[in-house]
Structures are given as C-alpha cells and as structure tokens.
C-alpha cells in the first residue's frame, strides 16, 4: 500500500473512532459505521478489528462502559441504575453482566473501590498515533493561584487521584467547577518515565488560601507569562498527538527558549459530562 493509500485509510477509521466517541448515545450499527468511512460493509467488521485490536460491537461497548465506569468513581449522587440506562441497557441486570465481564467487579463494587490498574488494561488498543497539524499561538497569561493534590507514580492510578480531587473539591466548596478552572500540570512524559517515578499534578483554581485538608492538597501558583498554547480537540489519552507537533515540530523552528515551568493542560470541559469526542483542552508550553 502507498504511503497516501494509507493516510487516506487511517483517516476514514480515524473518523470512525470520532463518529463513535461523539455519539454514543445513538444507534451505532455496522451500516453507519461503514458509510461513515465509506468502506464495504462485507469486510468493514474485519478491517477494524485490525485497526484496532478488537470488533467494532466490542469497542463501542467498552466506550460506553468507560463513561459509565467514570459516572460510577465520580458522579456517586447518581444512582446505578440512572447509568445503567444512560449507558444503553434495558436493565440493571445486563449491565452488571456486561460491567463485571469487562472490568472483573461489579458496579457497586467498582464504585466502592475501582481497580484502575485492571479498568486501564481495557483500554490498549493498538490505534496508530494520529499525525496532527497543531496551530500555535503566543498569548500571555495571568498568574494562577490553584490547589494542588500531587499525583506520584503509575499512570494507571492517576483516576484514583482524580477521585480524590473530585472529593476535595466538593466537599471545600473552595474551588467549585462552575467558576473556578481546572488545570493539570505535566511534570513528566509517561512515555519516558519510569512508572513510579511519573509525577502528574491536578488542580483546581482558588480564591482564598488553602486551610489542611484530609486529602493532602497543597497550595501553588501557575506563574504568569508568555505561553506557546494549542488547542486539542478530543479525548484525553490524545494529548500526545498536539502535545509531540509541540515540541518536535513548531519549537525547533520557533527560535523561542522553554521557561523553568512544566507543560500544562487548562481542561475547558470535563469526563464525564462531556463526551470524550467534545472535550476540550489547552496545552500551554512556557516560554521566557
């Protein structure tokens, strides 16, 4: 196959993966499927199962049980059954069956205490890294004051941070997500660090110190300054693919110097209210 016969291949299943990450509470048959990509429906089953590592029913019934696993660890005032429906089942039964043959435990026992280890391992397919043409803009920005809860360690575990950001945050009521920002700050690449030593921060923005608290947050500040910024449309786990054009592209040719302050992620909307192909996020790279 050419090299442009596999670009335009890659991109039809590249719409695919966006067309069911946006629609997952629509009927998303084989036909559609197809059409989106503009494939024979006779060989569209096997020829994603090849792109991706499992079939296409499969996939978007692990995409729905994502969200619905996530409503579980951080939406605890819904109730299960609420998700259950929500995630396309005519019952709680079903969805039990189908929760516990993906993830090994049950809805209420995942609420309870999620193997993120386990629910990670679910979710490695073999997609190819998307080549994203990123557009770059110089701004500057204004000094952050944010609460911290330091993630240190595997990435798998970073969702039972998140959990306990999430429990930080509504229990303070001293940064509420409705007006305050949320921000993630990278202080190392996962594809090079050494699992234990991987250091990720989550923050809220705040209007006031930050009294002790249970959950071991602790008070920084984003400093202000010149960022390179660049918007990523989509999914979280994607971040790579504006993040790399970032630095391997746009700041070789750039003639700008990298100030001492990590990458990081300014989370316009958030999981699980928004579907994962509707999320936003700006990355935003500090420069002297």
């Known amino acids: 196959m050419s090299d442009a016969r596999r670009k335009s291949y ?16 629509d009927a998303l048959d084989v036909d559609r499927l197809a059409g989106v990509a503009h494939f024979s429906r006779f060989h569209f089953q096997r020829q994603f199962a090849d792109f991706v590592g499992v079939g296409v029913a499969r996939y978007i019934l692990l995409m729905r049980l994502k969200r619905a696993s996530l409503q579980l660890a951080f939406r605890h005032e819904s109730r299960i059954i609420e998700i259950a429906l929500q995630a396309g089942f005519e019952n709680p039964e079903s969805f039990t069956r189908a929760f516990r043959s993906a993830f090994g435990q049950s809805p209420s026992q995942f609420r309870r205490a999620p193997d993120w280890p386990a629910w990670n391992e679910r979710y490695v397919f073999r997609i ?23 993630h240190r360690g595997p990435v798998p575990n970073l969702n039972a941070t998140v959990a306990r950001f999430i429990e930080w945050r509504k229990s303070s009521s001293l940064s509420p997500v409705e007006r305050c920002r949320t921000f993630g700050l990278a202080w190392d690449n996962p594809d090079t660090t050494p699992p234990e030593q991987f250091r990720f921060d989550i923050c809220g923005e705040i209007e006031s110190a930050l009294p002790d608290n249970p959950q071991g947050l ?13 918007r990523h449309a989509g999914a979280h786990e994607r971040l790579a693919e504006s993040i790399y054009p970032l630095y391997r592209q746009w700041l070789p040719g750039s003639g700008e110097e990298l100030r001492d302050f990590p990458l990081y992620f300014h989370y316009l909307n958030l999981l699980p209210d928004t579907p994962p192909g509707e999320l936003l996020t700006d990355i935003y790279l500090p420069l002297k």
């Open 218 to 230: 602790v008070e920084k500040l984003i400093p202000g300054g010149r960022c390179a910024r660049v």
């Open 128 to 150: 190819p890294e998307r080549k994203v043409d990123v557009q770059v803009d110089i701004v500057m920005v204004e000094p952050v004051r944010i609460a911290v809860l330091e």
């Open 10 to 25: 890659v991109a039809r299943f590249e719409r695919v993966l966006d067309h069911i990450e946006r629609h997952l509470d």
